[in-house]
């Protein structure tokens, strides 16, 4: 467990395990996809077609596509290694892996941002404490739920189990939620001009362009489903999930209820026994399936909360910004259901956004653990489970001094324009860690697609495009 970081050939040999059947490894995909649903699909894309109408609607679809050789090729490492990502772009290149951990680390000290957008829809649901302004209430609310989403970690037994299962009903009771709402008559009535606007841009502009939201557009579109630093979280839920060679590298457990296990850091390779092939080909699969159940979930309710805003919010100019993000959206349920339609979307919305701090929390808690035993060998005296809930409780003590300093979506913006470096490298990194280093040590049958690369690199192309038109609004303003 001490060895240096080195290339891939020192890591040991193991079976690759039986793929266990579909209900049993179905997971991390719907996680990517709740996690998703509190960021772009709530915030910025109603938020723009509430303003502009249908202008950039065709733009959802090939952005939200667009992460998902990105996501395949982070779970591929996983799977065959049972390392996480940022382990493997540890190996890659030390100071490349270190530099990624600083732009990681500061691009998560905004995300309180997201309990506290959270906060404003259940302010607006009990408008309590009673002579509190908005700002204050959200604030008592968010502070609120990270307390509760605290203590559930703490006891619960095993962590990531804990949170598969909350995002589940999340994302289910969203899904349901919002499907439902898009069956009123009103909303029905604007559907075929919005099947028109996936198709290609509307012109003119129904109002003029702002110079500021050229950083929403462009942070709307990197991020569709997850962008930046968030989408390497995927890699650790595979890895807790035990799928793959995950399965020999142990889970998080809870300090009060749960049973402690070893964790390792350092992974393994798949032996290269005939057997082993078509139990590849079938983790294989789980892993395109798994990756396109979040990254069309999210598409399909991105495209329900765009309709909503379209039929709802754009006719009358109202706009989900500062302490209102959900309130102005309870109208998404208020046309059909009146005011208990109102008060169930400000329940769903406070889900839908307070999941976020949940899951990022623990996502980027076990990234600075990994790190730091990949990092600091001496570190490792010190189990990988106790650095967990070290960095969990510094972690909420920064954001919670974090979500005094803005608006909740002021923050969620900056914390996302920091993540875009991360989008643009991410994609040449991926390619050299499989393909050059990680594949020459595979079995033939375990070597990833050519294809693969391609897609890669039509995604570094097309956000390199994005982060250069970014610094050109920028210098613009």
């Known amino acids: 467990m001490n060895r240096p970081i080195s290339a891939l050939p020192d890591l040991a040999r193991k079976p690759l395990p039986d793929f266990p059947g579909w209900w049993a490894t179905l997971g991390p995909g719907i996680v990517w996809m709740a996690l998703a649903q ?92 009673e002579g509190w302004d908005a700002r204050s209430q959200s604030l008592f609310w968010g502070y609120c739920s990270i307390g509760v989403f605290l203590a559930a970690i703490v006891f619960s037994k095993v962590v990531y189990v ?35 606007g996936l198709l290609g841009p509307t012109a003119p502009l129904p109002r003029p362009w702002e110079a500021q939201d050229a950083t929403k557009l462009l942070t709307a579109i990197a991020f569709a489903g997850l962008g930046g630093f968030w989408i390497l979280f995927y890699s650790y839920w595979l890895r807790d999930k035990g799928v793959g060679m995950a399965v020999h590298m142990g889970k998080i457990t809870g300090p009060i209820a749960g049973k402690p296990e070893v964790i390792t850091s350092d992974g393994f390779l798949p032996d290269a026994l005939p057997e082993n092939e078509d139990r590849w080909r079938k983790w294989q699969q789980f892993l395109r399936a798994d990756v396109l159940i979040g990254i069309v979930g999210n598409l399909l309710t991105t495209l ?25 959206q309870s109208r998404f349920f208020e046309v059909g259901w009146g005011e208990i339609g109102r008060l169930l979307f400000l329940l769903v919305a406070a889900a839908f956004l307070t999941d976020t701090w949940l899951a990022t929390a623990d996502a980027v808690s076990r990234m600075q653990a990994d790190i730091v035993h990949v990092l600091f060998p001496k570190s490792r005296r010190i189990a990988l489970g106790t650095w967990y809930y070290i960095f969990l409780a510094l972690l909420t003590l920064i954001t919670s001094l974090t979500m005094l300093l803005d608006t909740p979506g002021t923050l969620i913006l900056t914390s996302a324009v920091i993540g875009f470096a991360g989008t643009v490298m991410f994609p040449v990194a991926l390619y050299l860690l499989n393909f050059r280093r990680l594949a020459p040590q595979l079995p033939v049958w375990a070597r990833p697609p050519d294809a693969g690369r391609w897609l890669l690199g039509l995604s570094f192309v097309i956000y390199l495009g994005l982060a250069l038109a970014y610094g050109c609004s920028m210098l613009a303003d």
């Not at 949170?163 to 589940?168: A, I």
């Not at 009903?169 to 709402?181: E, I, P, R, S, Y």
């Not at 329900?304 to 109202?318: D, E, H, S, V, W």
Request: include cysteine; hydrophobic fraction near 55%.
């Open 38 to 129: 509190g960021s772009g699909e709530l915030i910025w894309w109603p938020y723009l077609i509430a303003k502009y109408g249908l202008t950039f609607l065709f733009l959802l679809i090939p952005a939200c596509l667009l992460q998902y050789p990105i996501n395949v090729e982070i779970g591929r490492y996983t799977l065959l290694t049972g390392e996480s990502i940022f382990h493997g772009f540890i190996r890659l290149n030390r100071v490349f892996g270190i530099l990624l951990w600083i732009l990681m680390s500061v691009s998560f000290l905004w995300f309180g941002a997201f309990a506290s957008a959270g906060g404003t829809a259940l302010a607006a649901l009990t408008h309590l404490p």
């Open 162 to 196: 804990l949170v598969e299962r909350f995002m589940k009903m999340v994302a289910v009771t969203t899904v349901a939620g919002l499907l439902w709402a898009c069956l009123q008559t009103e909303v029905i009535a604007a559907v075929p001009d919005f099947l028109r």
């Open 304 to 328: 329900m909360t765009c309709l909503l805003a379209y039929a709802l919010l754009f006719p009358k100019g109202l706009l989900p910004q500062e302490y209102e993000l959900a309130v102005v």
